[in-house]
């Protein structure tokens, strides 16, 4: 039987920081745990990455000299949306944090889906939302 499932699944996302290390830090704040890895070193990391979520996701950050040529500066591109369980206490604890909005709280249709954005203090844009298909996913996978 071939797979059909041609993306199988976010497996990282990726970040950019001019300091990784002031990063780091802030996202472990945010998250209440420390990256599990660190290239070259603590110190001086050029690369960083916690595992996060249910499914423990890698979240990575990488020093912005590494970014490809054409990205351009800025917030832009892709808005990787993850699942909150409360939004509004999500997103007062990321302007809080020191976020800046990006996207307002909006709810998206009569369905249960509500998103977000930031940029966080290193210029990427971090969405949320409440999907009721991901808690549906979710409760059959620990059921």
């Not at 809080?96 to 966080?120: L, Q, W």
């Amino acid at each position: 039987m071939t797979n059909t499932n041609f993306l199988r699944g976010m497996a990282t996302v990726n970040f950019w920081a001019d300091d990784v290390a002031a990063a780091r830090d802030w996202y472990a704040k945010l998250f209440g745990v420390e990256a599990y890895f660190q290239m070259p070193n603590a110190q001086n990391p050029a690369y960083i990455e916690f595992r996060i979520g249910d499914y423990e996701h890698e979240f990575g950050i990488i020093d912005r000299k590494y970014a490809p040529g054409q990205m351009q500066a800025g917030p832009g591109g892709a808005i990787v949306l993850w699942q909150v369980d409360d939004i509004d206490a999500a997103f007062e604890r990321l302007i809080a944090a020191g976020a800046v909005e990006y996207d307002p709280i909006t709810k998206r249709g009569e369905t249960g889906f509500v998103t977000a954005s930031v940029i966080d203090p290193f210029g990427n844009v971090l969405g949320i939302m409440t999907n009721p298909h991901y808690t549906q996913i979710l409760s059959k996978l620990t059921a």
